[in-house]
């Protein structure tokens, strides 16, 4: 079992930044890839950003691409994502997810574990 736990959410103006970061806890997050996940009311969630458990290969969405970035912490067994540059349709809740020894899947269903979600909401 991984417990993973996101936190860093808020309300920022629009073409601010923001990082929210997530957190495991309960098995070697070394061993798992970590994907970003949004929701926003009313829609499907969508795939965001991911890190292979390598850490070498990284993914993104063509609509954050050169503003949000993933890393990872191995030591910390942290994972963040940087958003910058934010817009009003960033707006959702972001959610993390973890898939052992994944290459960083952009399908949510490769992923076993999930956090609860922390909100964002960028404002005009």
């Known amino acids: 079992q991984v417990q993973l736990v996101e936190s860093g959410g808020g309300l920022v103006q629009a073409g601010g930044s923001l990082r929210v970061s997530c957190a495991a806890s309960g098995r070697t997050f070394s061993r798992y890839a970590m994907g970003w996940f949004r929701q926003a009311a009313g829609k499907e969630r969508e795939f965001v950003a991911a890190i292979s458990w390598t850490g070498r290969n990284t993914y993104y969405a063509d609509s954050v691409k050169g503003r949000f970035t993933i890393s990872r912490d191995n030591a910390k067994n942290t994972g963040y994502l940087q958003m910058d540059s934010l817009e009003r349709e960033d707006t959702a809740v972001y959610y993390c997810?973890?898939?052992?020894?994944?290459?960083?899947?952009?399908?949510?269903?490769?992923?076993?574990?999930w956090g609860q979600g922390t909100q964002v909401t960028v404002s005009s």
């Open positions: 997810a973890a898939d052992a020894y994944g290459p960083g899947s952009t399908n949510p269903t490769e992923y076993d574990y």
